[in-house]
């Protein structure tokens, strides 16, 4: 089992970057591939992006392409989220998550992930 926390979130003007911490603790967090995801007010939480175990294999939302980057440090046992050019639709409650699977791909669906964080707020102004 591991445990999750996030951190970075807080208020950004449009245009703006905050970059995401994941903190894990427990199992070995270099056995897990990480997720971030996130959830606005009255909307499904959705994929954002995600990364294997090495860090050598990335996936991401077509909304956030080319300005999101999702990375690692396993020595650290903690993931971020670099967040660039920030717009209001990106406000919402990001998360943490990691998945177990042993095929090492970083993959899409909440429901192929295992453990959870609580939860960081990320609001953009415009």
């Known amino acids: 089992q591991v445990q999750l926390v996030e951190s970075g979130g807080g208020l950004v003007q449009a245009g703006g970057s905050l970059r995401l911490s994941c903190a894990a603790s427990g199992r070995t967090f270099s056995s897990y591939v990480v997720g971030w995801f996130r959830q606005a007010p009255g909307k499904e939480r959705e994929f954002v992006a995600s990364?294997?175990?090495?860090?050598?294999?990335?996936r991401y939302a077509d909304s956030v392409k080319g300005r999101f980057t999702i990375s690692r440090d396993n020595a650290k046992n903690t993931g971020y989220l670099q967040m660039n050019s920030l717009n209001a639709e990106d406000t919402a409650v990001y998360y943490c998550a990691a998945d177990a699977n042993a095929s090492n791909l970083p993959r899409t669906r909440r429901d192929d992930y295992d453990y959870w964080g609580q939860g960081t707020q990320v609001t953009v102004s415009s």
């Open positions: 990364i294997n175990y090495s860090g050598g294999r990335t």
